[in-house]
């Protein structure tokens, strides 16, 4: 039997898309880490699968080391953002955890706040490199499942409104749809790892995990195509947390400069092994316009 630790685990959309590939491997049991254990996984895609939700406090050394224990595979979507009262930044800590505890296949998410450039960034690249661990590295943008769950279109009576605060609507921003993209991204990697015949550049490599690049005003546009209402884009400042409004107010400085200037999409490798990415106005047609259509008959 083959082990895997997801963290977080299925009550997010990355850790859910991750699971969803993980357990279709046979003889697969995966551990959904949470800090929020008690909440039962009812979810029909995991019905007669070997998922276990496992505590796991991640800004605390212990929690992590105990909750990746005997797990072939590590899957960690953690930053220093994210840390709750950590010493050290705990992805960092993840992959010492990982280290320590053998783990044979590690893969990591870097969150679409993330700057490419930073210096955290390249520190885990180092760090990465100079260990012993197989591993592999995907870069993901904004999750177009977001844009449903955190209601960020709204149908109002007379017109949609695009709501997303701090971020500039002609801001591009690079997108990645999980169902597709990372759930078949996971799925191809842990198959080559399982395998062997990958392609040269898969392991030990961070990849850019998003099909195209777009920015509000262009989901303005798609909508707008597919709608009899207008559509009106509305950015409201300190609408979220203060580390997502630092990030974003970043992202409008930068404008996605530099690493992420690139004609590459999707990633040359990440299609080489099978990924199907999907667009954004795919997913305005096929899931956002039909997700509103359901909130309206409500």
């Known amino acids: 039997m083959t082990v895997a630790a997801v963290v977080p685990g299925a009550d997010t959309i990355l850790g ?3 699971i969803e590939a993980l357990v279709q491997f046979p003889g697969m049991a995966v551990r959904s880490l949470t800090a929020k254990l008690g909440l039962p996984i009812s979810d029909p895609a995991f019905t007669d699968k070997n998922v276990m939700p496992v505590l ?3 800004s605390k050394r212990d929690s992590v080391g105990a909750s990746i224990a005997g797990a072939d ?3 960690a979507v953690l930053d220093e953002a994210q840390a709750e009262a950590a010493d050290e930044p705990q992805l960092e800590m993840m992959i010492d955890e990982a280290i320590r505890k053998h783990t044979k296949l590690f893969i990591w998410f870097q969150p679409a706040l993330r700057d490419t450039n930073g210096d955290a960034t ?3 690249l180092a760090k990465l490199k100079a260990s012993s661990l197989c591993w592999v590295g995907l870069s993901t943008g904004f999750l ?3 844009i449903i769950e955190d209601q960020v279109v709204i149908e109002t009576t007379d017109s949609f409104h695009i709501d997303v605060p701090v971020l500039r609507p002609e801001t591009e921003v690079l997108w990645t ?3 597709t993209d990372i759930k078949s991204a996971v799925e191809r990697i842990v198959y080559f790892w ?5 392609p040269a550049k898969l392991f030990h490599n961070l990849h850019v995990l998003a099909a195209q690049r777009a920015s509000l005003a262009h989901l303005a546009s798609f909508l707008e195509k597919r709608v009899d209402k207008p559509v009106k884009v509305i950015t409201r400042p300190k609408g979220r947390t203060a580390s997502v409004t630092r990030a974003l107010e970043s992202m409008n400085d930068s404008k996605l400069t530099t690493a992420l200037e690139t004609n590459n999409l999707p990633s040359e490798v990440m299609t080489e092994i099978g990924v199907p990415f999907e667009t954004l106005d795919w997913f305005v047609e096929h899931e956002l316009i039909p997700a509103l259509s359901r909130n309206v008959s409500k």
């Open 177 to 179: 749809h999980a169902q």
């Open 122 to 124: 390249a520190r885990i």
């Open 73 to 75: 595979i590590v899957v």
């Open 144 to 146: 177009m499942e977001s």
């Open 194 to 198: 399982e395998m062997g015949g990958a």
């Open 16 to 18: 859910h898309a991750t």
């Open 56 to 58: 796991c406090v991640a």
